[in-house]
């Protein structure tokens, strides 16, 4: 593994890819997603998969799927004030339909807004109680309330029997154990929750799809909380082979990186973040597990408690763009996306490339000069910390001790060990520890 190396135009591709996503009105049923996956298979042969409404999954149902065509407040004289046109967030996402004069007083009832931020437009949805109602900045709620009078106030929604809609990519590995990123696919003209995360891990399949991996990798696209229900709900055999989950949102913000550990905490994952942080130059801030977030809660929940850690910049619900107009397109940049998305397959890359070795040679040091080892090293550009890196090797490749136990006992980043480990490996000096694929004894 060579450390971090940031993608810059890989970075301008993402964003790209989440401008492009970021005009959708998405829900968690819908058109809107089926749109949202059309394009995401454009990239990676995602498998379309679909449950109809009424399913039991778990203790849920599948909802009614939502759909909507237009939506607005207009005035007397029929000119638009609130146009669903000018952005999805307009419309409380899953409303009922409504067409009917209004007067204020009773609209008002129907209308959400943010006081302490006055110019933009809270994103809210209402899935699981029928409602219908308007998002709109506070300055436009005092502009209709100035108005006064009535008001023809039209959403044009069905909510009718239909499917919940997802997609799954699989990446076949050396072993039938998984790695899986989930993302989800549920939200409406929001660039960073979750265009960003949509857009990231799209782009990560597709470079996966390049390289032999050990593990196989599992890709899910789906929309938040009833979707990680179904796909649990569905997949219940299959949880026994997830060695490692991510959930990633949130991944294009300016801020720091944040990772909060999974409800184990010592999960290879978990150690596999914070190992990368440790050495990394970026800021990164590790955060305990907590029953709060994303489709962690439903992968982390007792009943299942796999091993899956979430990955975002700013934490979710904490920084003020969150859930409102400002999550738009100048609030996420290449740059950001290209960093986590670096930092994403370090981590990953160090899950993949674990494995215990067993010294050869374990009484005394091993004659390396014999073997030409320190010539080899002395090209390297970090010749010293290659030469303790080996020694390190040599020294804890016991059977007890994974490449990342190492690299953390030395201090040392994980691409050194392992390139370390890998030089040792060709002389014949270490091989394969029958404890090989021993991984996440938690
Ligand atoms: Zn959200």
């Known amino acids: 593994?060579?450390?971090?190396?940031?993608?810059?135009?890989?970075?301008?591709?993402?964003?790209?890819?989440?401008?492009?996503?970021?005009?959708?009105?998405?829900?968690?049923?819908?058109?809107?997603?089926?749109?949202?996956?059309?394009?995401?298979?454009?990239?990676?042969?995602?498998?379309?998969h679909e449950l109809a409404t009424g399913t039991a999954v778990l203790d849920w149902e599948i909802p009614?799927?939502?759909?909507?065509?237009?939506?607005?407040?207009?005035?007397?004289?029929?000119?638009?004030?609130?146009?669903?046109?000018?952005?999805?967030?307009?419309?409380?996402?899953?409303?009922?339909?409504?067409?009917?004069?209004?007067?204020?007083?009773?609209?008002?009832?129907?209308?959400?807004?943010?006081?302490?931020?006055?110019?933009?437009?809270p994103y809210r949805t209402s899935y699981y109680q029928a409602n219908w109602g308007f998002c709109m900045s506070h300055r436009q709620l005092l502009q209709l309330e100035d108005i006064g009078g009535d008001f023809e106030v039209v959403i044009d929604s069905r909510l009718e029997p239909g499917h919940l809609t997802?997609?799954?990519?699989?990446?076949?590995?050396?072993?039938?154990?998984?790695?899986?990123?989930?993302?989800?696919?549920?939200?409406?003209?929001?660039?960073?929750?979750?265009?960003?995360?949509?857009?990231?891990?799209?782009?990560?399949?597709r470079e996966l799809r390049k390289r032999k991996t050990r593990f196989t990798y599992r890709f899910l696209v789906i929309p938040g909380t009833i979707g990680s229900l179904t796909w649990l709900s569905l997949n219940q055999e299959r949880t026994a082979s997830i060695k490692a989950g991510l959930v990633l949102t949130g991944v294009g913000d300016p801020s720091a990186r944040t990772y909060k550990k999974s409800r184990r905490g010592t999960a290879i994952i978990d150690r596999a973040f914070a190992h990368v942080f440790r050495h990394s130059t970026e800021q990164g801030k590790i955060i305990d597990f907590i029953p709060y977030g994303y489709d962690e809660r439903q992968f982390c929940s007792p009943g299942f408690n796999l091993p899956f850690g979430l990955f975002q910049r700013g934490q979710f619900a904490t920084y003020p763009e969150y859930?409102?107009?400002a999550d738009n397109l100048s609030?996420?940049?290449?740059?950001?996306?290209?960093?986590?998305?670096?930092?994403?397959?370090?981590?990953?890359?160090?899950?993949?490339?674990?494995?215990?070795?067993?010294?050869?040679?374990?009484?005394?040091e091993p004659q390396l000069g014999r073997r030409g080892i320190y010539t080899k090293i002395g090209g390297?550009?970090?010749?010293?910390?290659?030469?303790?890196?080996?020694l390190w090797v040599l020294n804890l490749s016991d059977g007890t001790h994974s490449l990342l136990d190492i690299a953390e006992r030395a201090g040392l980043p994980f691409g050194i060990i392992h390139a370390a480990a890998e030089m040792l490996e060709e002389a014949a000096l270490v091989a394969p520890s029958p404890e090989a694929g021993r991984l996440d004894p938690a």
């Open 1 to 48: 593994m060579t450390a971090a190396t940031v993608d810059l135009a890989l970075g301008t591709e993402m964003y790209d890819l989440a401008s492009r996503l970021f005009p959708i009105c998405r829900s968690i049923t819908g058109d809107g997603v089926r749109r949202t996956l059309d394009i995401l298979s454009e990239i990676v042969p995602f498998q379309r």
């Open 64 to 121: 009614s799927e939502w759909n909507i065509s237009d939506a607005y407040i207009a005035d007397k004289t029929g000119k638009r004030i609130i146009d669903f046109r000018d952005s999805n967030l307009h419309v409380l996402n899953y409303s009922t339909p409504i067409r009917a004069i209004l007067p204020f007083a009773e609209l008002k009832e129907h209308i959400f807004t943010l006081p302490e931020q006055p110019d933009l437009i």
């Open 166 to 205: 997802w997609a799954e990519y699989v990446h076949p590995g050396a072993t039938s154990d998984e790695i899986v990123l989930s993302t989800h696919v549920c939200h409406p003209s929001l660039a960073n929750d979750n265009c960003s995360g949509l857009a990231l891990l799209t782009l990560f399949a």
């Open 323 to 325: 859930h409102t107009s």
């Open 331 to 364: 609030f996420i940049s290449g740059d950001r996306l290209a960093d986590s998305y670096a930092t994403i397959r370090d981590a990953l890359d160090i899950i993949d490339r674990d494995r215990f070795l067993l010294n050869l040679h374990p009484k005394g």
């Open 380 to 390: 390297v550009a970090d010749a010293w910390r290659s030469n303790l890196a080996m």
